[in-house]
């Protein structure tokens, strides 16, 4: 019974009680930041494609767009083994942006493109590392950069919007919240949304072979190199993505392999838990991906404490799911309850996947 109070007090500490406690923290919020009118610095960004042909017009249309001088803006785009017309359509903007692209005849994965592509960038630069699918907002870049303006800034964040409704969308705002939150009371996040985000090349870290999370991995050592990362919460942009539940499961399970696959490589920090990002990463990655065992160990328990009762609810559940999945089931709070389920389920299988052993972050695109 103690152990069955200990994990349900530890699942309300992770997704509720941790973004209240670290609100009680005080940080000074001030940053130093240049304004639209200064002499504002060289901005590089990196953009890996593989078959992106349906919205990398609309992608450098964007960049064209903002509101930055664009004789500062140096774009590197990594084509990774595109079949399709990628390539044709950057060619077309040469003439209107300053596009260096790099062409692979053997598919690389996003990780290496950015490994690759980062050696072409002068060490005291700035750097946005964005996906294809990502539109800017008109003030996107300016808002990725303004806080750059003292070396204590290593990694500013942007707001990734999807504009169309999902269940993922609201699971995503409310982490979003969370993340606001750290920024602000501790002064850092623990990885980016991973679809645009800006650093200082100068923090960068090669990303290992084959790992999944290139965003968590580029975060976190720019914290634990002491500098400062940001949400910021004026840096908009939008994506183009589908929203079905199938391509949220598949989402949730390769970002949760990489998340069991990245932990050995921070595991000194979970050694160090009155350290602030050490804190951070324990109340909000970590204990998040144990959830579904612990989950797993209360359901038990109740099976063994109340059968009938909680073999009748695994029933009833069980056809919601059909439902939900089959036909879209909507009932408010029971639709959000199989969507956190479900997406435990993709967790468990993020960790089978990484025990296994991962050979390649190579990415499919998310189907348009």
């Known amino acids: 019974m103690i152990v069955f109070i200990i994990i349900i007090c530890l699942l309300l500490y992770t997704y509720i009680i941790y973004a209240i406690f670290i609100s009680l923290f005080k940080f000074d919020e001030h940053i130093n930041h240049y304004n639209l009118n200064d002499d504002l610095p060289t901005v590089n960004i990196i953009i890996p494609i593989h078959n992106e042909e349906k919205v990398i017009a609309q992608k450098l249309e964007s960049i064209i767009n903002n509101n930055y001088p664009k004789n500062k803006i140096n774009i590197y785009i990594g084509l990774d083994n595109c079949t ?58 300016y808002e990725c950069i303004k806080y750059f303006k003292t070396d204590t800034v290593g990694l500013v964040d942007a707001m990734v919007i ?19 939150q750290e920024s602000k009371h501790l002064g850092l996040i623990l990885a980016s949304f991973g679809a645009c985000y800006a650093i200082r090349a100068k923090y960068f870290k090669p990303i290992p072979k084959n790992l999944v999370l290139d965003d968590m991995w580029i975060g976190m050592n720019i914290n634990l190199q002491n500098k400062r990362t940001i949400l910021n919460e004026n840096a908009k942009c939008f994506e183009i993505r589908d929203n079905r539940i199938q391509e949220e499961f598949n ?19 979970l050694l160090q838990p009155f350290n602030k990002l050490s804190f951070a990463l324990l109340s909000h990655k970590v204990l998040r991906w144990c959830t579904p065992f612990l989950l797993l ?14 073999l009748v609810l695994t029933v ?22 199989i969507y956190f389920m479900i997406m435990q389920v993709a967790v468990l299988l993020g960790f089978f996947k990484a025990i296994k052993g991962i050979q390649s972050n ?3 695109p998310t189907t348009r």
């Open 162 to 180: 999807n504009q169309q409704e999902s269940l993922e969308k609201e699971y995503l705002n409310f982490e979003t919240k969370i993340k606001l």
């Open 362 to 364: 190579v990415w499919k």
């Open 84 to 141: 399709d017309a990628s390539q044709q359509i950057v060619a077309t903007y040469q003439d209107k942006l300053n596009i260096q692209y790099t062409v692979y005849t053997e598919r690389q994965g996003k990780p290496s493109i950015i490994n690759n592509l980062m050696q072409e960038i002068p060490k005291d630069d700035l750097v946005i590392l964005t996906d294809a699918d990502i539109i800017f907002d008109d003030n996107l870049i």
């Open 251 to 269: 989402r949730k399970v390769r970002i949760s392999s990489g998340g069991f696959q990245i932990i050995p490589y921070f595991k000194n920090l």
């Open 316 to 337: 009833t559940l069980l056809i919601l799911t059909l439902l939900f999945i089959k036909f879209d089931f909507d009932v408010k709070y029971v639709k959000h309850f």
């Open 297 to 310: 160990y209360a359901f038990i328990y109740l099976m063994i404490k109340l059968p009938i009762l909680i």
